[in-house]
Nanobody, 121 residues
Framework: QVQLVESGGGLVQAGGSLRLSCAAS????????MCWFRQAPRKEREFVAM????????MYADAVKGRFTTSRDNAKNAVYLQMNSLNPEDTAVYYC??????????????WGQGTQVSVSS
């Protein structure tokens, strides 16, 4: 059974940082590209970042470039999203997804349940 479980969300003040984690099971994790999306209230889910199976390459949405960093630990079957310099526009539910190298959510078959990130001004 495939499971993706996000954690690490919470409430933070503008300018603060959070680190999200996504723990995977039921998949050959060390062979999969992984992706992060987010969905703000009354908005569509949007691409945030993705990372290749080896961690050697990453890609970011323009809105988070320079502030967010994704990484992974294949020994722990986990992918991470370090979020710095957060602003209220980053408030959303954050999801991890597998598997692929796409910025379109419809391409992904596996999703976590999401973790809420709220940034106060």
């Amino acid at each position: 059974q495939v499971q993706l479980v996000e954690s690490g969300g919470g409430l933070v003040q503008a300018g603060g940082s959070l680190r999200l984690s996504c723990a995977a099971s039921g998949l050959p994790f060390n062979k999969l590209h992984m992706c992060w999306f987010r969905q703000a209230p009354r908005k569509e889910r949007e691409f945030v970042a993705m990372i290749t199976w080896s961690g050697g390459s990453t890609m970011y949405a323009d809105a988070v470039k320079g502030r967010f960093t994704t990484s992974r630990d294949n020994a722990k079957n986990a992918v991470y999203l370090q979020m710095n310099s957060l602003n209220p526009e980053d408030t959303a539910v954050y999801y991890c997804a597998a598997e692929g190298w796409y910025t379109v959510e419809s391409k992904y078959n596996y999703w976590g349940q999401g973790t809420q990130v709220s940034v106060s001004s």
